[in-house]
């Protein structure tokens, strides 16, 4: 959001100093180069928010890839399941499991698979646990006063995070590596839906990664995306994007 709005005043900027100088320039009797110039700069600066905002949705589109790839390392590894892991986590931290995530991230863990949960705990406080996905030992549980998060306690799920995970194993069998309890969320006309369901991530028995949604009031299924694991299809996708804004320039 923040930088949507960084972006929105740059650009709010640049065209009311277009504004300014085009008056200027029109007032000066030998000014045609004086207007030539002034659009070029407008069009300039426009075109490098333009390239900006690509490389920033090029970044953020490599760090999915990279989460993504590590998604399926980390389930070939993992020696307990998620349920294993949320009930370690919740005989540490009693409460409730909102979030679990299955990684291996050499920065943090030097390279071990962890489950990462959020639990809102019976404190009424946030805590994130990490357990060894090997072993399903606790590592680490830490209070998380963190901005982004709400301090309310989460919208109540008639279907559990277990339960929610059984239905979308169903669906795509195999391994969960992230599951999350979501309502921020816009439909397909861009209204905020409000919508209370689980986000889950699976690593398929069938080699691709499946992203699944599963309603927390009534249990149904729906498979928002499967991925191959060829990266080759999202570059091309990243290219189609970049050619759209280059369009978007001409016009």
């Not at 301090?151 to 239905?167: C, F, G, K, Q």
């Amino acid at each position: 959001m923040k930088r949507n709005v960084t972006i929105a005043a740059i650009t709010a900027a640049v065209l009311i100093s277009g504004t300014t100088a085009a008056t200027v320039a029109f007032a000066d009797s030998d000014g045609d180069r004086d207007r030539t110039s002034t659009r070029s700069a407008g069009t300039v600066s426009l075109a490098d928010d333009d390239r900006d905002d690509r490389t920033d949705d090029a970044s953020d589109d490599r760090s999915d890839d990279r989460a993504d790839d590590r998604a399926p390392a980390a389930a070939k590894s993992a020696g307990i399941s998620l349920d294993q892991a949320v009930a370690a986590a919740l005989k540490s931290v009693p409460g409730t499991v909102t979030q679990a995530e299955l990684d291996r991230d050499d920065d943090d863990h030097n390279g071990r698979a962890v489950w990462e949960l959020d639990v809102r705990g019976s404190d009424k406080k946030w805590h994130d646990v990490t357990v060894d996905a090997a072993d399903g030992k606790v590592l680490k549980t830490r209070d998380d006063d963190n901005d982004d998060r709400d301090d309310h306690a989460p919208r109540s799920s008639a279907v559990t995070l277990n339960e929610a995970a059984a239905a979308a194993l169903k669906t795509a069998p195999g391994t969960i590596t992230s599951i999350d309890l979501d309502d921020d969320d816009d439909d397909d006309n861009g209204s905020r839906s409000n919508v209370l369901r689980w986000d889950v991530d699976v690593a398929g028995k069938d080699g691709k990664q499946h992203e699944l949604r599963v309603d927390a009031k009534t249990g149904k299924v729906t498979v928002d995306r499967d991925d191959d694991g060829d990266d080759r299809d999202d570059r091309g996708d990243d290219r189609d994007d970049r050619n759209d804004d280059r369009d978007g320039d001409d016009d």
